[in-house]
Structure formats: C-alpha cells, structure tokens
C-alpha cells in the first residue's frame, strides 16, 4: 500500500488551500472529499467579500475555481467519508466508510463546522433565500429591511449587533428569558435602539407569502401557550455551530466545544505531523478568506515537518 506524503481531509477553502500549497511542493497530496465538497460556501449562493472578484461570485464556483486550481498542480481527490484515524502510530492511518485505509506521513484536518439550524418547517426550503446562518455573508442583502436573528448566545449577540447596518429592525427571538450571552455582547445589544426582543419564544416554522418569500416566523409563546406570527422580510438562525471532529475520536486534543485545538499562531495539533486548519479549530472569524489563509499555514506547517522529519521506519510507533 502506497504511503501518501500528505492527506487532506475536507475540501472547503481550508482544505483546498492547503492542497493548492502542498501539490505547488511537489507533495501531491491525496484530498478526500466527504458529502459536501466544498464545504459551507456551496450552500451559500453569491460571495462579495472574498478578495479579487469586485463583481462576487457565486460560492459552488469559487470553490470549483479552487479544486480545479489544486488539480492542475497534481493534487489527487477521492470520495470517501472517514471513519476513524489512528495517529499513534507512524505512518498515520486513515479509515474509511467501507473499511478501506489510508496511511500518510501527515495529515490536515479542515473538516469544518456546521452550523445548527433549528429543524423548523420552511427552514431548510428557504436557506438562501430568506433564511441564513451567516450574517457576514448574507446582511448585505437586507438593506432597508426587517429581520429576525434566533438565538440567545453570543452568536445572536453580534450577528444581530452587526445586521442593523442593513435593517430598520432586528428582532432577537430566544426561547428563554434569560441570555446565554456574555455580559458585554446582551449590553451592546441591549443599547442598539434598532435591536427589539422577542423572548421566551419557541421557533415553530418559518413562513412565506404566496409568491414564496419569507414572510416570518412563527412562534410559540412560552408565556401565553399561544402561537405568534413575528414578520420579517428575513431570518438569521444563530444557535451555535458543531465542529466535525466526531471521527477523530480523540485522536487529537479538542476543547469543550469540540473544537480542534492548535498551537497559538500555527496549525500544530497535539500529534506530531498532524495540522489543522479553518473551521475546525476556529471559533472566532470563521470566513472563507481566514479559513483559506489558514489551509495556507498549514501547508507550510506541514512542508516544514516534512523537511525536518528524519522519520522513515515505519515499524516505529512515535508520536
Ligand atoms: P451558544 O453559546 O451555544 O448559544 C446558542 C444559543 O442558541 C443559546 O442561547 C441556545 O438557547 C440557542 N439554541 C440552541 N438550540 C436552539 C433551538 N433548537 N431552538 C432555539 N434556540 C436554540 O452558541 P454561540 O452563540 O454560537 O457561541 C458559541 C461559542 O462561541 C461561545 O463560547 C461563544 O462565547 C463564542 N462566541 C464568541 C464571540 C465573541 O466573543 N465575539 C462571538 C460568537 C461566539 P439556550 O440558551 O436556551 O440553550
């Protein structure tokens, strides 16, 4: 069985980034796709934020745009969902749905996150048109408009804190009276004369008028029993996202919200030879720019482990 120089596991810009470094090395790094490649961008439609495209572009195609640049310098994709991983032992091994296993000398994790949508009627019909979970992405588009942001953590906090930019109104919907968030973001929000609140309301489905536009949001009130129409031209669900570390199973040090911990300033995970990028270990920025600039870091995170390793007997167990 071959052993690959490099494997990248996800294929959002992270992931892509990283295998457009890595295959400019020379390092023809294998890249395996699970079942959204691409990542979140392919669910967004259009993207004006990311640099060198003034006129946007639409996300399945700046992501197509980046695969196809990684092929043409040899980096090899493959399908596959992966299963488990075993960094204990050199080389790495890789398992896939089905049993198949992989074994590389490195490995990049940008596997991402998902965010959380609430599983509501008229909520998945309508992402992208009407309903989002990123406001950086999609404010824009709700000029002059009024909105609804669900959620009570920070999250809600500065998405709706950062969507009265656009809106006349953003209401924040939460199911309890009291909010997650932290002191400071519920004061900042508190203090925005545009944000109002619907609290201790409980989302029941999202709602469109006849011509199929999101028309708001209906609601139980926790107070009442009663259930409420709280309109709005849009509706931005901000109730946390979940890393997909899941398979890891460990295999790497991941905090309390199960996100991929690095080393302050690189890509370095606790195993040796083993980075990650994006997403995965990113709680803060979380945008298609910063997650492509870390698929870069750990590219050359990687490259230098590589020209440093003298491992190469691979009876040996190391870590
Ligand atoms: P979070 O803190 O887990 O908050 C999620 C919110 O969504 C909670 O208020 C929760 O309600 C609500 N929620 C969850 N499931 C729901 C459902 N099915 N229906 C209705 N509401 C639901 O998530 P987050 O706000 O994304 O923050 C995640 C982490 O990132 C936190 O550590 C946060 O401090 C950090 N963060 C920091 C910043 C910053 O410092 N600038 C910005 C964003 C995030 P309950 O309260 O009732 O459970």
Known sequence: M??????????????????????????????????QPGGQLTTTTEVENFPGFPEGIQGPE??????????????EFRSGWVTGVDFARQPRI???????????????????ASARYL??????????????????????????KKLLVVGGGDSAMEE???????????????????????????????????????????PVAVETDELGRVKGLRVLNNVSGQEELLEADGLFVAIGHTPNTAFLG?????????????????TKTNVQGVFACGDV????????????GSGCMAAMDCEKYLEGSMVHDWSETLN
Not at 258 to 266: A, E, H, K, R
Not at 282 to 291: L, M
Request: proline share 2%; aromatic share 6%; hydrophobic share 40%.
């Open 62 to 75: 700046l992501m197509d745009q980046m695969r196809k640049q990684a092929e043409r310098f040899g980096a």
């Open 119 to 144: 599983g509501i009627p008229g909520e998945q019909e309508n992402v992208g048109r009407g309903v989002s979970t990123c406001a950086t992405c999609d404010g824009f588009f709700f000029r002059g």
């Open 160 to 202: 709706a804190s950062f969507l009265t930019r656009f809106a006349t109104q953003v209401t924040i919907v939460h199911r309890r009276d009291e909010l997650r968030a932290s002191k400071i973001m519920q004061d900042r929000a508190r203090s925005n004369g545009k944000i109002a609140w619907a609290l201790n309301r409980t």
């Open 94 to 112: 890789i398992t896939l749905e089905g049993g198949e296993t992989l074994q590389t000398e490195t490995v990049i994790l940008s596997t991402g």
């Open 250 to 266: 460990g295999a790497v040090e991941i905090d309390s919200h199960g996100y991929i911990v690095v080393q302050p300033g690189t």
């Open 2 to 35: 071959s052993i690959y120089k490099s494997i990248v596991i996800g294929t959002g810009p992270a992931g892509l980034t990283a295998a457009i470094y890595l295959a400019r090395a020379g390092l023809a790094p294998l890249v395996i796709e699970g079942i």
């Open 281 to 292: 270990q990113d709680t803060r920025y979380r945008q298609a720019i910063t997650a492509a």
